[in-house]
């Protein structure tokens, strides 16, 4: 007996259904959610003044971003290690960190807490003592803050690899102390580590240096800043480890502006490192190279002479070697592991 077209495709399936148990069914289901859902985001907690800012700190986990709205706060204070979040402004300048007894710094970690890939951004810190302060850790992000009229540092960020400070105003930190000497030691950033980067920042009129990479940089980048009045001190100084005689692992200091301080740059034990198209004025000594410890690179430097007494600095002819531009590092036979191989090509 012949069967109609419908009466065929019916018996099919429902010999197909028969077969298929319910599970696999709804299995088929779930994976073809999962394929369109859309992605899993990081939690936001948005928060006001008035909100428990401890608690809220304490329940961020990686990813999480805290935002803060518009107005004062106490102290943000991580009390565990954490990882991967963000504290930050809702609108920029507009989050004030005011730290109320018995807390002394702004946005800071517990001194035996590890933390890492943590970002501040657009806070304004006045404090006691240290405005941002992490005392180890890795990657850690200072954006857009300003940071002043604290009683120590501006930012003590020691023994964090991968620090970088982009965008801020630092200034009129370190009013709070005075050294037994009766110089100020207290500096507009304070940080140590391999693979600091600052850049892009206004630093001016702290008590001690304005940027102090101590004891040790490696691998560093200090650029493009505007360093104002550190008449006690330098504007930049930093200190390669004296154990470490790898010039691959030098540090470059280019394109800023230093003005009345002692030193426009000072470099203590360097090797390796390049210092280039910096303008200092005001100061009496543009560069100044202490103990090197193998060739330091210089090209270009303007506003001061250079105190080189032991020679390793390698000055290049300013009337042979002009301005360098886009980091052309001009006349540097033996450059840093990260400097560029090639010359790119001259502007006309």
Not at 104 to 122: F, W
Request: charged letters at 15%; hydrophobic letters at 40%.
């Amino acid at each position: 007996m012949k069967t109609s077209l419908t009466e065929h495709t019916e018996f099919r399936s429902n010999r197909l259904r028969a077969s298929v148990p319910p599970w696999f069914a709804l299995s088929v289901l779930l994976c073809l959610f999962a394929a369109i859902a859309p992605p899993a985001f990081a939690g936001q907690l948005t928060i006001a003044p008035a909100d428990d800012l401890p608690a809220a700190v304490a329940s961020l986990a990686a990813g999480d971003t805290l935002l803060l709205k518009a107005g004062v706060y106490n102290s943000i204070c991580f009390r565990t290690p954490v990882k991967g979040v963000t504290i930050k402004a809702q609108y920029p300048g507009r989050a004030w960190i005011r730290p109320k007894p018995p807390y002394e710094c702004g946005v800071y970690a517990d001194d035996r807490m590890a933390c890492s890939d943590i970002t501040i951004d657009g806070l304004d810190v006045t404090a006691p003592i240290d405005g941002i302060r992490f005392m180890h850790g890795q990657r850690i992000t200072v954006r857009n803050c300003h940071v002043h009229h604290t009683g120590n540092m501006g930012l003590a960020l020691h023994y964090c690899d991968g620090t970088t400070v982009e965008g801020c105003l630092i200034e009129d930190c370190g009013s709070g102390y005075e050294s037994v000497s009766g110089v100020r030691q207290q500096h507009g950033m304070y940080l140590s580590g391999d693979l600091v980067t600052v850049r892009n920042n206004l630093i001016r009129n702290n008590s001690g240096w304005g940027v102090h990479l101590w004891p040790y940089a490696t691998r560093s980048v200090v650029a493009n800043n505007l360093i104002l009045n550190h008449p006690r001190g330098s504007g930049i100084v930093y200190r390669r480890d004296p154990a470490d005689a790898d010039p691959a692992n030098g540090n470059r200091v280019h394109r800023n502006m230093v003005s009345n301080a002692l030193n426009g740059v000072q470099a203590v034990c360097g090797i390796g490192d390049v210092i280039a198209d910096n303008t200092c004025v005001g100061c009496i000594w543009a560069v100044n190279l202490q103990k090197p410890a193998g060739r330091v690179y210089l090209d270009a430097n303007i506003g001061g002479p250079t105190y080189n007494p032991s020679g390793r600095g390698v000055l290049l002819p300013p009337a042979t070697q002009p301005v360098s531009r886009a980091g052309a590092w001009r006349g540097i036979t033996s450059q840093p592991a990260e400097a560029p191989a090639s010359q790119p090509a001259e502007e006309p």
